[in-house]
């Protein structure tokens, strides 16, 4: 019996117990009559819910639900991300929600103890995707990809204390952009770093400022370039006042800098990065940090936050401290970590923090009373009279056929002014009415919700009219 299957595990006994029960009187021999089984089941479901008195239904720390509304929004953001990635070239991809747990372990240091591990499946040791760059590291090693430009928009996992007033949660949506391959120096920099610019300035979030950390950047020339340290301290000594080309360019100036040949080499690429950096325009964005910290172990080079610069909070506002609203830097090494010979492919990549920026736009919508609308439909199909389904059904089924977004209230025989309000209510701007008199003649109205105008058309001539419509509004 299907029903069965339903019942919980410790429902049973109770049904049982009731099975077990004496015949009624009309039934005979251990056939069980179909009112006395439903009975039973009906009696071990109440059962089984009373055994849960105190069961309160919640989500799980750290994640959060999506109404209608936040969609909308988080679409949007969505939508101008993802279009930035794509006009500059990049193709889009996407990985698996878990890996093999070692392929995911020693990649991030310290925060390696943050991942969600899963129970052994089939003699595999599985974590949730802890971020995006590291499965992607692992496939162009398994692909044997060399070079590589591409985008990810993805949910990942990490047990740490959630945050929610900040936008921080345990199950988040990140979203990448990266460059894989060996090119001339900078070029790939320099525009991961113009992605950030027009990514920040398209969501008019306000005035923000990206850090590049010194820490990393001394690493750089001591590590690779051979730059004795105590002239890499040199160089930290400007870093200290903050600033971007023109600090450049005072070093330059510095003859203990210029005549050190090391020195000149790091200076010339850090010269070259903004140089291209004034050529896309956005130099002016662009600071030395001293105070900046690189979070994850498998960045190699230069790293970079951007932050929001803090503005006066208009009334009602409160002020908003969500930390960097996005981040990146080089990582040269961490496909070679896949790799069996080490075979290096070198990366540079950028990520945008949806989720802080979601927060933040949702809170100013909150403050200015903005409402969002939750629906596309353009046309509703509409009539004031009775017995009008099918008509309506025909009509509906044109629009749609036609790539117009239509509804209509799924009753038999609505009242007009109920059709019409859920018109307003939702945003819909036109409305399709047929009815006898328009049946009869051969024609549809059509009604702007905002204006309540109303004009006849043939009904052959409904799809371009209305077509012609949306065009124009």
């Known amino acids: 019996m299907p029903l069965l299957g339903l019942l919980p595990r410790r429902a049973w006994a109770a049904l049982l117990s009731q099975l077990l029960r004496p015949p009624c009187a009309s039934c005979t021999g251990a056939v069980r009559c179909q009112s006395q089984v439903a009975e039973a089941v009906l009696t071990s479901q109440l059962k089984a819910h009373q055994e849960k008195p105190n069961f309160i239904i919640k989500i799980p720390k750290g994640t959060r639900d999506l109404s209608p509304q936040h969609m909308v929004v988080r679409e949007k953001i969505l939508d101008l991300v993802i279009s930035c990635f794509k006009r500059h070239g990049a193709k889009g991809m996407d990985t698996p929600a878990f890996e093999l747990k070692e392929t995911l372990t020693e990649k991030y240091g310290e925060d390696s103890g943050l991942m969600y591990d899963l129970k052994d499946q089939g003699g595999e040791l599985l974590s949730l995707r ?7 590291a692992r496939y162009l090693a398994m692909n044997k990809v060399k070079k590589m430009k591409r985008y990810h928009v993805g949910k990942v996992w990490r047990r740490e204390s959630p945050s929610i007033v900040q936008g921080r949660y345990r199950e988040f949506c990140q979203c990448d952009f990266d460059i894989a391959g060996q090119f001339d120096p900078m070029i790939p920099d320099a525009e991961c770093l113009k992605i950030m610019c027009e990514i920040l300035s398209g969501l008019q979030l306000g005035d923000f400022l990206i850090k590049m950390a010194w820490k990393d950047v ?20 400007y870093v200290q006042c903050h600033g971007g080309v023109s600090l450049v360019e005072q070093m330059f100036q510095d003859p203990r800098l210029s005549q050190n040949k090391q020195a000149l080499e790091g200076l010339e690429d850090l010269k070259l990065l903004f140089e291209y950096l004034t050529l896309f325009g956005i130099a002016e964005k662009i600071s030395f940090d001293l105070s900046l910290a690189r979070g994850l172990d498998y960045y190699t080079g230069v790293i ?5 610069l803090q503005t006066p909070t208009q009334a009602g506002e409160e002020p908003l401290n969500v930390g960097s609203v996005a981040a990146g830097g080089r990582y040269d090494g961490l496909v070679g970590m896949f790799d069996p010979k080490g075979h290096k492919v070198p990366c540079v990549g950028l990520s945008i923090g949806v989720e802080r920026i979601f927060y933040i736009v949702e809170q100013r919508m909150k403050t200015k009373g903005e409402k969002v609308r939750t629906t596309e ?4 199909v509409a009539t004031p009279q009775k017995n009008f389904l099918q008509e309506r059904l ?4 044109e629009l749609w056929d036609a ?29 399709v009415i047929i009815g006898e008199q328009e049946l009869k003649e051969g024609i549809i109205k059509i009604r702007s919700v905002a204006s309540r105008e109303e004009v006849a058309i043939k009904r052959e001539n409904l799809v371009a009219e209305i077509q012609k419509r949306l065009s124009e509004s």
Do not use: W
Request: overall charge neutral; proline content about 6%; some cysteine.
């Open 403 to 431: 790539g117009i977004k239509a509804e209509m209230l799924y009753k038999n025989n609505p009242k007009l002014l109920t059709q019409l309000h859920y018109c307003e209510s939702t945003g819909i701007p036109l409305v």
């Open 304 to 308: 970079y936050e951007a932050v929001l």
């Open 130 to 136: 802890y971020d995006l760059t590291v499965p992607f």
């Open 377 to 380: 439909t353009q046309v509703f």
């Open 218 to 237: 001394r690493h750089e020339m001591v590590a690779k370039k051979g730059l004795a340290p105590e002239v890499a301290d040199r160089i930290g000594d």
């Open 394 to 397: 025909k009509l509906i089924t």
